[in-house]
């Protein structure tokens, strides 16, 4: 419960945040080969001939609380951004997004035909638009991974560690784009961003996580119980 965090001693938060908020070990090295195998694939496809090429995948980038190491136990949120060559602007993206995305649902059905162990796929509804999204849930369904994959453009290209050159926002304001429509883009950043700090940083993202859920949890419950 919230109450957790309120007992507990500074000197002990490290232990709760270890103990009972950070990711199941085993789910998240289950999770870790999955992805990793959908990556293999993902630029397999792009590296195949043929009368017309498919888009040769540039880099993959791996995003939300999972790539940020801020996941709380139990589920979390991933993304899965593949940068392509065919995408050489923002405009590019939101034109030909939609096409290569209804051409990756085979590729996962294909990707899942050899499911990894411990894991199941689902398919929930599809809210976002830019991505296609898909659950890796524990056969206990105690643990999942809700993951969205977004092909992108490479608007950082090789620097994409360093700080953006001036026209990469420049663009990005020409471009016309609605907020966050090319968040994907810049992944890496936001990704590094968080990496880059000290893990005390996360455990405290963790805990007001936890708390949050905790808090917003009973306040559901409470006005339930005056209905």
Known sequence: TAMDVYSTAASALDKLVTRRLQ???DFLGTARRALGALDAAL????SRGGAQP???VLKTAKGGSYGRGTALRG????ELVFFLDCFKSYEDQRTHGAQILHEMRPLLDAWWQDP???LSLQFPEQTMTGGLQFRLASVDLEHWMDVNLVPAFDALGEGSGDKPKPQVYSSLIRSGSRGGEHAACFTELRRNFVNSRPAKLKNLILLVKHWYSQVK??????RRSTT
């Open 75 to 78: 589920g979390c949120d991933s």
């Open 54 to 56: 498919t888009p040769r």
């Open 217 to 222: 949890a009973s306040h559901t419950l409470g």
């Open 43 to 46: 630029r397999e496809r792009g």
């Open 116 to 118: 990894v162990p411990g």
């Open 23 to 25: 990711p199941d070990a």
